[in-house]
C-alpha cells in the first residue's frame, strides 16, 4: 500500500505560473523526499528534506514540512515547459525502503 | 556504468512465459530495490537489497516472483508463470545508504512488461 498521498492528481498551469503540489503521510519519517518523472522515463530525485527540517530549496524548488500536520509541499516557481511530469513523494520511515504515493501530473502549457 | 541500467527496455511475454529483468546498479551502491508500477499510478515496492542479502521481500505479490542478487552487484527478478496482471513497468534503483534513514535512490529507465 502507499503512504504518500499527493494533492492534486493532476494541475495544469502556464508556463512562467507557480506549481504547488502536496503530499500527506501516515507514520512518523526519517526523511520524505520528492522524485520527477517524465512520460516513459525513470524517477529522479529532486530534493530531500529531514524531519527536522521545515523548508529546503534547490533552484526553482521549494520544499516544506510539517511533521505535526503530517504532509509536505513542492513549489516549483516560474514554471517551464519542461516541468511537465509527474511528481511524487516518497517517505522513508525506520528501516523501510522508499515508499512512494501516487503522484501530481503537472501539464506546464506554453 | 554513470547509472542503473536495466534490460531489456521493453518485453514481451505471452502468458505463462517465465521472464528475467537484469539491473545493473551504480557501482559501490550498496542498496538495490525493486519496483513495479502500474500504469497511471505510483512505483510499489517488491524487494530490497543490502549487498547480496535480501532483506525485505514483503512487496512481491506471489510465489511466481523470486529476485537474487548473488554477488551484491547485478540483480535479477523473475517472474514464472507470467499473467496479463502481471504487465507493468518494473524499476530498479540502488543507494549508497544502509541502516535506517536513506538518502536518495538513483531509478534505472525501468522495463516495460507486457503479458499476452
Known amino acids: 500500500s502507499q503512504q504518500g498521498e499527493e494533492d492534486p492528481q493532476a494541475l495544469s498551469i502556464q508556463e512562467g505560473e507557480n506549481a504547488t503540489m502536496n503530499c500527506s503521510y501516515k507514520?512518523?519519517?526519517?526523511?520524505l523526499q520528492w522524485y520527477r518523472q517524465n512520460s516513459g522515463r525513470g524517477l529522479v530525485h529532486l530534493i530531500l528534506i529531514r524531519s527536522n527540517e521545515r523548508e529546503k530549496h534547490s533552484g526553482r524548488l521549494r520544499v516544506t514540512l510539517d511533521t505535526s500536520k503530517k504532509s509536505s509541499s513542492l513549489l516549483i516557481t516560474a514554471s517551464r515547459a519542461a516541468d511537465t511530469a509527474s511528481y511524487f513523494c516518497?517517505?522513508?520511515?525506520?528501516?523501510?525502503?522508499?515508499?512512494f504515493g501516487k503522484g501530481t501530473r503537472l501539464s506546464v502549457i506554453a | 556504468g554513470a547509472g542503473v541500467s536495466q534490460s531489456p527496455r521493453y518485453k514481451v511475454a505471452k502468458r505463462g512465459q517465465d521472464v528475467a529483468l537484469r539491473c545493473d546498479p551504480i557501482?559501490?551502491?550498496?542498496?538495490l530495490f525493486w519496483y513495479q508500477q502500474a500504469l497511471g499510478q505510483g512505483p510499489e515496492f517488491l524487494t530490497y537489497f543490502q549487498n547480496e542479502a535480501q532483506l525485505d521481500k514483503s512487496g512481491l505479490p506471489s510465489d511466481r516472483f523470486f529476485a537474487e542478487r548473488p554477488e551484491g552487484s547485478v540483480s535479477t527478478l523473475k517472474i514464472q508463470r507470467t499473467q496479463q496482471e502481471d504487465s507493468a513497468v518494473y524499476l530498479c534503483?540502488?543507494?549508497?545508504?544502509?541502516?535506517?534513514?536513506?538518502?536518495?535512490?538513483?531509478f534505472g529507465q525501468g522495463t516495460r512488461l507486457t503479458v499476452v
Open positions: 507514520t512518523s519519517i526519517n526523511n
Open positions: 534503483a540502488s543507494s549508497v545508504s544502509t541502516g535506517g534513514a536513506y538518502t536518495e535512490a538513483f
Open positions: 557501482s559501490g551502491h550498496v542498496s
Open positions: 516518497a517517505v522513508n520511515s525506520g528501516n523501510t525502503p522508499l515508499v
